[in-house]
């Protein structure tokens, strides 16, 4: 089993059913984000999260992340 945490890569969490639903759950817009997504795959979510586009602010970050590391 993987661990997961801030600085797993975007790609890697969408790749994985269980994990990507967590910051599905947390920013229904990523559904959204189509090419953009694309993009940040391999980015961690700690430097997603880092533009202001992304509107991620810190306390949802540490959300995801500390649900991410409960899988």
Same mark, same amino acid.
């Given at each position: 089993?993987?661990?997961?945490?801030?600085?797993?890569?975007?790609?890697?969490?969408?790749?994985?059913?269980?994990?990507?639903?967590?910051? &599905? @759950?947390?920013?229904?817009?990523?559904?959204? #984000? $189509?090419?953009?997504? %694309?993009? &940040? @795959?391999?980015?961690?979510?700690?430097?997603? #999260? $880092?533009?202001?586009? %992304?509107?991620?602010?810190?306390?949802?970050?540490?959300?995801?992340?500390?649900?991410?590391?409960?899988?």
């Amino acid at each position: 089993m993987m661990a997961f945490n801030a600085d797993t890569k975007l790609g890697e969490l969408l790749d994985n059913p269980t994990a990507k639903a967590v910051p &599905a @759950r947390h920013l229904p817009e990523l559904e959204k #984000a $189509g090419p953009m997504l %694309a993009t &940040a @795959r391999g980015m961690t979510l700690k430097m997603v #999260a $880092g533009f202001p586009q %992304a509107n991620i602010s810190s306390e949802k970050l540490q959300a995801i992340i500390a649900d991410l590391e409960k899988l």
